[in-house]
């Protein structure tokens, strides 16, 4: 905020920046600080700030006869003025015989506006370092974009890889679920290996039962075999012994049919 923005936002205004004792010339100057020197907070009554104030924002000027604030310098009045508080305004334009500033409360009561001075009691002024300017407001808002603009990458970039954590994340469950499945599986496949190995363990005598059975059907298979042929020879042998003796009863009929005729 340039001094000429605060100047128009609060002229005419009542102010009280800490919510106590209504609106003091404190409460102007503490936005002041706040929205176009961007100091932390000031401490104190009016008077308490000259020696109260941060010095990393400000260099403290004494009041000389010939001294001049410059525009946006904080003039501070001493305790002797209003029995103790003391008095404080932001200066706008003046020489070594009298000024303009920015107050509040001065007179008692009154709403923020330009009042005019003369130097009585005032111990001297807060000089901003360095002080703010328009070029400054321009290049903090083009800083401020920009610095904006990163913070949106990231929170697109945050969300980005929260979408691809949140994907690994969800294999990942798949994966265990897929394990636990082949878990349950192997256990399973486990447990049928155990209970065949005792069946496993008697295949060698099974083999050799096998074996021998198949040497005795081999060995019944030969027998049968010389049986049937043993069988075959005798029928034979039957068969030539019967057709012998029909051949010798016809000889001997035909011999006796003979020996009858004679």
């Avoid at 100091?39 to 006869?65: E, K, M, Q």
Wanted: hydrophobic share 35%.
């Amino acid at each position: 905020m340039t001094f000429q923005q605060f100047f128009d936002q609060y002229n005419g205004q009542g102010v009280d920046f800490d919510g106590f004792y209504g609106d003091q010339c404190v409460d102007l100057v503490q936005y002041y600080n706040r929205d176009v020197v961007g100091g932390p907070v000031l401490t104190g009554n009016a008077a308490d700030i000259w020696t109260t104030y941060p010095p990393a924002y400000y260099s403290r000027v004494a009041n000389t006869p010939t001294g001049v604030p410059q525009l946006g310098d904080i003039v501070i009045w001493d305790g002797s003025l209003n029995g103790g508080p003391g008095h404080i305004a932001v200066f706008e334009q003046g020489d070594a015989n009298g000024f303009t500033s920015f107050d509040q409360n001065w007179p008692v009561g009154s709403l923020c506006h330009f009042q005019s001075h003369d130097y009585t009691k005032v111990l001297g002024w807060l000089h901003p370092t360095p002080p703010p300017t328009d070029t400054d407001l321009a290049a903090c808002l083009q800083q401020h974009t920009i610095l904006v603009d990163q913070c949106n990458q990231k929170d697109k970039e945050i969300a980005s890889l929260k979408q691809t954590v949140d994907n690994l994340n969800s294999q990942i469950a798949k994966q265990n679920a897929d394990a636990g499945t082949h878990e349950a599986q192997l256990t399973a496949l486990q447990a049928q290996v155990d209970s065949l190995s005792p069946q496993v363990k008697t295949l060698p005598a099974l083999q050799a039962q096998l074996t021998q059975a198949e040497q005795d059907r081999a060995d019944a298979l030969a027998a049968q075999t010389t049986q049937n042929r043993t069988i075959a020879q005798l029928r034979n042998s039957s068969y030539t012994t019967a057709t012998s003796s029909v051949l010798l009863n016809e000889l001997l009929t035909r011999f006796v049919n003979k020996l009858t005729r004679r």
